[in-house]
C-alpha cells in the first residue's frame, strides 16, 4: 500500500498565496529507475535482484536465505522492499533458499503449477501460480513469464517491465527459440545464460551423457549460442548485458565476454556493456535506461 501525504491542518482563511514557480527538472527529486543486481550466477545457485523505488522482486532464490541476505546488506540493497520471489524452474541451484526466505520475510514464490508441484525443496504454502504466457503485475512489476526450453517441468524466463524500463532475464535454456527471440526484444538490460565455450566441454574429463545433456537442446546455452541470441535482440534501448550461469570447469569469463562483445562488435553494437556474473559475488547494481 502506499503512503498519501497528510491533510492540511485547519487555518484561518487568508490570501490564496501565488501560484509556485514551476521546479526545473534538474532540480526536481531524481525518479525511481528499475535496477538489477544478480547477486550470484552459476551451478552453485542463481538469483538477481529487481527494484523499482520502494519495491524489488527476487528472479530465483537459489544462494541460501543467509547468503542472500548477506549479500543485500553488502550492496546496500533492503531486503523490506521485497515482496516476491519469482522461479523460472525447479532446479535446487534456483530454489534452495525459496522456503526459509518466505519464513524470515512472509515474501510468496511466483511459478508456474508444474515448477511448484516440481520443486519438492518448497512447502506448498509458499506458493503463487501464474499461467506461463500470460502477464501479471506485482506491485508496479508488469511480469510476462515465457517458455524455455530446459529439462525441467515448465521452465520459464521472465520479461519485467517497469517505470518505462525493461529487463529480459532468461537462464537455464538449450537454445534460443523463436519465442525467446520476440519476448527478449526492446528490453533495456539482459541477464542471460552463456554457460559453457563448446570445446572446453567436449574436452572435458566429464561422462559423455552429461556433455550431451549440457550440450543438448534442452540443456545450457554455449558463449556463441548466447552471442548470436544477444547480437539478435538487441535493440536501440539494449544498454546492458549481463552473463550468466557461467560453467566454472567449461567456460572462462573472458572467453564468454569476448565472444559477446565480438558479435556485437561485428554488428555495430559495441555502446552496449556487458557484464559477467559471478558464482561467489554479485554484480554491480545497474540502472536501466542509463549507461
Ligand atoms: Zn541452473
Ligand atoms: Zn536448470
Known amino acids: 500500500m502506499r503512503e498519501s501525504f497528510p491533510s492540511e491542518p485547519p487555518?484561518?482563511?487568508?490570501?490564496?498565496?501565488?501560484?509556485?514557480?514551476?521546479?526545473?527538472a534538474s532540480a526536481a527529486a531524481p525518479a525511481a529507475t528499475l535496477r538489477v543486481c544478480v547477486l550470484g550466477s552459476g551451478s552453485s545457485g542463481n538469483s538477481t535482484w529487481v527494484?523499482?523505488?520502494g519495491d524489488a522482486i527476487l528472479v530465483d532464490a537459489g544462494l541460501s536465505a543467509q547468503r542472500t541476505r548477506r549479500t543485500l546488506r553488502d550492496c546496500g540493497l533492503d531486503e523490506r522492499k521485497l515482496r516476491a520471489i519469482c522461479?523460472?524452474?525447479?532446479?535446487?541451484?534456483?530454489?534452495?533458499?525459496?522456503?526459509?526466505?518466505h519464513a524470515l520475510l512472509g515474501i510468496p514464490a511466483y511459478a508456474n503449477t508444474g515448477t511448484a508441484h516440481a520443486a519438492r525443496n518448497v512447502p506448498d504454502g509458499c506458493w503463487k501460480c501464474f499461467s506461463t504466457g500470460q502477464?501479471?503485475?506485482?506491485?508496479?512489476?508488469?511480469?510476462?513469464?515465457?517458455s524455455l526450453p530446459h529439462d525441467?517441468?515448465?521452465p520459464v524466463g521472465y520479461k519485467i517491465a517497469c517505470g518505462g524500463a525493461c529487463v529480459g532475464i532468461a537462464t537455464d535454456l538449450g537454445m534460443a527459440t523463436t519465442l525467446v527471440r520476440g519476448q527478449l526484444s526492446g528490453c533495456n538490460l539482459l541477464v542471460i545464460e552463456a554457460n559453457h565455450d563448446e570445446e572446453l566441454v567436449r574436452g572435458a574429463t566429464r561422462p559423455w551423457r552429461l556433455k550431451q545433456r549440457i550440450l543438448g537442446n534442452q540443456g545450457h546455452l554455449?558463449?556463441?549460442?548466447?552471442?548470436?541470441l544477444i547480437a539478435d535482440v538487441a535493440g536501440d534501448s539494449l544498454r546492458t548485458v549481463v552473463l550468466a550461469h557461467l560453467s566454472r570447469d567449461c567456460n572462462r569469463e573472458d572467453l564468454a565476454l569476448e565472444t559477446v562483445r565480438a558479435d556485437l562488435?561485428?554488428?555495430g553494437l559495441e555502446r552496449i556493456r556487458v557484464l559477467a556474473a559471478h558464482a561467489d559475488s554479485p554484480t554491480p547494481?545497474?540502472?536501466c535506461g542509463c549507461i
Open 51 to 53: 527494484e523499482f523505488g
Open 135 to 146: 502477464p501479471f503485475s506485482l506491485g508496479p512489476f508488469d511480469i510476462l513469464p515465457f
Open 285 to 287: 547494481v545497474c540502472s
Open 11 to 24: 487555518s484561518t482563511p487568508r490570501p490564496a498565496p501565488p501560484p509556485p514557480a514551476p521546479t526545473p
Open 87 to 101: 522461479v523460472t524452474h525447479e532446479h535446487t541451484d534456483h530454489t534452495c533458499g525459496i522456503a526459509r526466505l
Open 152 to 154: 525441467a517441468y515448465d
Open 265 to 267: 562488435a561485428a554488428r
Open 222 to 228: 554455449s558463449n556463441s549460442a548466447a552471442a548470436a
